[in-house]
């Protein structure tokens, strides 16, 4: 099993900027794919971003060209940055890799 240590988030002003990160520990030898999640009040929880052993990445419409998910495979850490944010990006914001779930992250937008 995998655990997942959440950092980040926070308050800001629409147009601004946040980093998560999310460190992994236990089974990281299984570690293939490293997904952030998010979920807003009333919603259910989304993909945000994924990122691939590879490097390889997938972003949900809604934040492409905005946010940007990177990993570093010899700490076994996955960073999430968050520009340009909007107020519809307020939501919790989870650490997923595989059956492990972090323990969420608030990110609140202003207007």
């Known amino acids: 099993q995998v655990q997942l240590v959440e950092s980040g988030g926070g308050l800001v002003q629409a147009g601004g900027s946040l980093r998560l990160s999310c460190a992994a520990s236990g089974s990281t030898f299984s570690i293939y794919v490293m997904n952030w999640y998010r979920q807003a009040p009333g919603k259910q929880r989304e993909l945000v971003a994924q990122?691939?052993?590879?490097?390889?990445?997938n972003y949900a419409d809604s934040v492409k060209g905005r946010f940007t998910i990177s990993r570093d495979n010899t700490k076994n850490t996955v960073q999430l940055q968050m520009n340009n944010l909007k107020a519809e990006d307020r939501a919790v914001y989870y650490c997923?890799?595989?059956?492990?779930w972090g323990q969420g992250t608030q990110v609140t937008v202003s207007s």
């Open positions: 990122i691939f052993r590879s490097g390889f990445t």
């Open positions: 997923n890799v595989a059956d492990g």
